[in-house]
């Protein structure tokens, strides 16, 4: 069976109660179980990560992702300058969708780039939560073709 990590970046943990106008009103914790049933019934198993630390994330990537096969992150934050992260990301060679709730590209001008996107198989925006829900449905796809 495949597994695939769930990453939530930087203030993802306060999702539900962080700018509902912008995020909604769904907590993380409802959000993980809908995407665990999600990835129960495409038979897969995951690996949901949350932190609010850029080296934290990092280290999930090495430590685990030799037992992987796909990465969905939402970096918040992170999306426009980390460049630590974009190298993990890169390094370790697997298929990457990036997702956020909001469209970054309908917010402020520091929000329109992400420097992940570039080692990322694909980028959903502004679909808010059911984004993952379409991320793991789209890496799923990506996996069985078996190229990226």
């Known amino acids: 069976m495949n597994r695939v990590a769930v ?8 999702l539900g109660r962080r700018e509902p106008e912008v995020y909604g009103t769904k907590s ?12 129960n019934n495409l038979k897969i198993e ?13 280290d999930f ?7 992987l096969s796909g990465i969905i992150i939402n970096p918040g934050g992170l999306t426009h300058y980390s460049i630590a992260l974009r190298d993990a990301l890169a390094a ?10 909001s469209n970054i590209h309908k917010r402020e001008d520091f929000r329109h780039r992400s420097v992940i996107a570039s080692v990322a198989v694909g980028q959903i925006t502004g679909l ?10 789209a890496i799923v796809n990506i996996i069985k073709k078996g190229s990226y």
């Open 28 to 39: 993380l914790e409802n959000i993980n179980k809908e995407i665990e049933k999600r990835a």
């Open 92 to 101: 370790v060679r697997l298929p990457v969708v990036e997702v956020h709730i």
């Open 7 to 14: 990453i939530h970046g930087p203030n993802l943990n306060l």
């Open 61 to 67: 990537i090495h430590d685990n992702y030799k037992a």
């Open 128 to 137: 808010g939560t059911e984004g993952y829900l379409y991320a793991l449905e």
């Open 46 to 58: 995951v690996d949901i990560f949350q932190s609010n630390h850029e080296g934290e994330i990092i």
